[in-house]
């Protein structure tokens, strides 16, 4: 019955994408998708377990998902839609040589090729597009409900384009908005609404929490409102039709409640991005901001020489604690909703030593935006965002991007509702 089972796996695997998806898709009635995230101490990168539950880097502003293929396995032709959709973002340093190659079992066949692009490494690969198993869990927003799998377009990626991830990542689940991003093919696939709810975790906190295709969320402990339902704010999502991340719009940014006056006149553009572990901002908003927040604490003690990379650091064992965090000024990015997102001792503060917390803002190096402020701008794609918000500023808020809508919602800092992300309960219902 072994050997039987296996050689039917084998002939699956063996089947053309569009009869393998037929074999293995399931659906969940409509539900949405429910994972875990994991933060990676080594890294500071997020991973799901998504391809059949081994772990993918979760990457807000890929447009692809791609991973490591078994040397036998289905790949796309070059005239089939998926094959352009994985060539509308094209990634940096790459040469542009076409959509694919000749067949090596059929001559007249042409094979797509993809180019999955590893940011934290900053190299490109090439592989077929083909196609593998994504597996969550359907929920109804307290716990999973039953495990359900389908198939997703994927770009097949050579094993040295692992290099720079966490330890067992097998590569990367795009989550831009792209038609090959993992949120797009889950709402395709599972007859879902195009919104996806992130909940990232902190360091040591546990695991966080994804959810593809609407709310309800609820966290621990019982009793608790749907997440989705009380957002602190929300605003628009801009774009760049050559970029796929998410963009927002911002009025300007505030210390202590006090305006921070930077030379850049207009909106500043504010882009999300799970690929760095901290905030930066170009150097034009980043030295009035950074002084503000050093007039702020005037009276904090200093530890100098400050902690690379930062320029700020304090005696943590004089700052005092509140629910939110280190008693610091409050961070505000005041949206162009009128909302503001604001940041709190819990996401501005990170703790470097035991008696050490530094700032955790960076000044946007000169590389950085040569490269397009890590993969939001630059080039043809415009300048880089004045702003763009990494994974620490991101942990412990709930953040909702729907695209039927067309915004972002943001919870703020879920220490101020005694919860976390990490409290969502995995235990399958019965």
Known sequence: MAQLLLAVVSALSLLSPRTAAAATSTTSGGKPLVTAITRDAATKLYTAPLKDALPLVLDLSGPLIWSTCAAAHPSYECHHAACGHAHAHHP???????????DEDDPFRCRCRAHPYNPFARRAGSGDLTRTRVTAN??????????????????CAPRTLLAGLPAGAVGVAGLARSKLALPAQVASKQKVARKFALCLPGEGNGMGVAIFGGGPLFLLPPGRP?????????TP?????????????ARGIAVNQARVEVQKLGPLAVALCSRIPYTVLRPDVYAPFVRAFDAATAGRKRVTPPKPPFELCYDSRELGSTRLGYAVPQ???????????????GNSMVQVSDDTACFAFLEMKKEEKQEGGHGYGGGAAGPAPSVVIGGFQMENNLLVFDEEKGQLGFSGLLFGRQTTCSNFNFTLAG
Request: aromatic content about 8%; proline content about 8%.
């Open 92 to 102: 940096p340093g790459c040469p542009r040589t076409g959509h694919g190659v000749a």
């Open 138 to 155: 359907a929920t109804d927003g307290a716990n999973p409900l039953a495990e359900v799998s389908f198939t997703a377009v994927a770009a």
């Open 226 to 234: 749907d997440v989705t339902a009380s957002l602190a704010g929300t």
């Open 237 to 249: 999502l801009r774009g760049n039709p050559r970029v796929p991340g998410y963009f927002v719009s």
């Open 331 to 345: 961070v505000d990015l005041m949206l162009e909703s009128g909302a503001n997102w604001t940041v709190f001792g």
